[in-house]
């Protein structure tokens, strides 16, 4: 039976709104019992509102099925833009050749961050670090980060990293080794603008380009073909 999409609030937010709340009211509750201004009320009414609602939007936590083919599948961890697309080395974990793809998000996009792969998790750390812009090529190794590896069901590893911005301040990384990961699931949280690098084996077929707009848990971004035999 397949799953309906349903969209919620992420409990990694549900603090943050009730004080956004709380705060957001403390202002406003006195400039319209007390004030004498009311054009001023209106506008800082307005502005608290607007806030709110991209807080609200920020924390979506929606529940979405990939439609296509899994085995072999490389789904997009998040909701973004592809900003880097190239082969490199991966020197945390694979030292050796990949294909990086990444995908920034802005603080309208989805926060949530999915697996991008079936398999089985077999490494997890979080790193401390700067908070450059996440855009930039050196928030890769340089900012604060959480790496992530997936062995597939074929034997393959890939690699997905979050990486915290200018703004993003706390990673959620809910992946541990020994666990089952599933394309469906929820990997993690990243507060507040942020990056995902995805680190697949060179020779996978890449399906998208530098601009495209990826929609996490939903848009395949690459497909993984059988090793190369010595």
């Known amino acids: 039976m397949h799953r309906k999409m349903r969209v ?25 019992v007390w004030g004498r201004n009311h054009v001023a009320a209106f506008a800082v009414a307005a502005v608290s509102a607007v806030l709110y609602i991209v807080m609200v939007n920020f924390f979506r936590s929606p529940r979405r099925e990939f439609k296509g083919d899994r085995r072999n599948a490389v789904v997009a961890s998040a909701d973004g833009k ?18 990086q793809i990444s995908m920034f998000m802005t603080i309208f996009n989805v926060h949530a961050n999915w697996f991008p792969v079936d398999g089985e998790v077999v490494y997890m750390r979080h790193h401390s670090g700067r908070y450059l812009g996440a855009w930039l090529p050196k928030s890769s190794t340089d900012n604060e980060r959480a790496t992530v590896v997936i062995r597939t069901p074929e034997g393959q590893l890939v690699v997905v990293r979050q990486i915290a911005g200018a703004i993003a301040r706390r990673i959620v990384t809910y992946a541990e080794p020994g666990i089952e990961a599933s394309v469906e699931d929820h990997m993690g949280f990243i507060k507040f603008g942020s990056r995902v690098d995805i680190f697949v084996p060179v020779g996978s077929d890449i399906l998208v380009k530098l601009g495209d707009h990826t929609t996490g848990g939903v848009t395949q971004v690459a497909r993984l073909n059988p090793p190369t035999k010595c």
């Open 8 to 32: 919620k609030l992420h409990h990694e937010g549900t603090n943050i709104l009730i004080v956004a709340l709380v705060a957001l009211l403390a202002v406003n509750v006195p400039l319209w």
């Open 82 to 99: 592809v900003v880097a697309l190239e082969q490199t080395v991966e020197q945390e974990y694979l030292h050796g050749p990949a294909v």
